[in-house]
């Protein structure tokens, strides 16, 4: 059975870093792109960052330069490193596996795409 489980979240203060990690279970990682989400109430799930199996990445305009997205199919895990987090940073934050390449033409972050998905978890960026 496919799963993903997600990690390393947390509180952490204004300009901090965590590094969230999405470890894939039922499938082996080489062949599929991994999406980040992230989804506060009231409010629709936005794609933040996206890796797919040959490496390549997208990243929404508002983390460039601060989040980065990697992967270690070895571990079968990938990464979403983040750093000078922001109060509006705050969110669930959710992974997601495509086949191959992450969603479609240029909407790499078209949701319906990405079939299977982890339980979410919280990240807080407060003082």
């Known amino acids: 059975q496919l799963q993903l489980v997600e990690s390393g979240g947390g509180l952490v203060q204004p300009g901090g870093s965590l590094r969230l990690s999405c470890v894939a279970s039922g499938f082996v990682l080489d062949y599929y792109a991994i999406g980040w989400f992230r989804q506060v109430p009231g409010k629709e799930r936005e794609g933040i960052s996206c890796i797919e199996s040959s490496g390549t990445t997208h990243y929404r305009d508002s983390v460039k330069g601060r989040f980065t997205v990697s992967r270690d199919n070895a571990k079968n895990t990938v990464y979403l490193q983040m750093n000078n987090l922001k109060p509006e940073d705050t969110s669930v934050y959710y992974c997601?596996?495509?086949?191959?390449?992450?969603?479609?033409?240029?909407?790499?972050?078209?949701?319906?795409?990405?079939?299977?998905w982890g339980q979410g978890i919280q990240v807080t960026v407060s003082s």
């Open positions: 997601a596996s495509d086949v191959g390449v992450c969603g479609y033409g240029s909407h790499w972050y078209e949701e319906s795409e990405f079939r299977s």
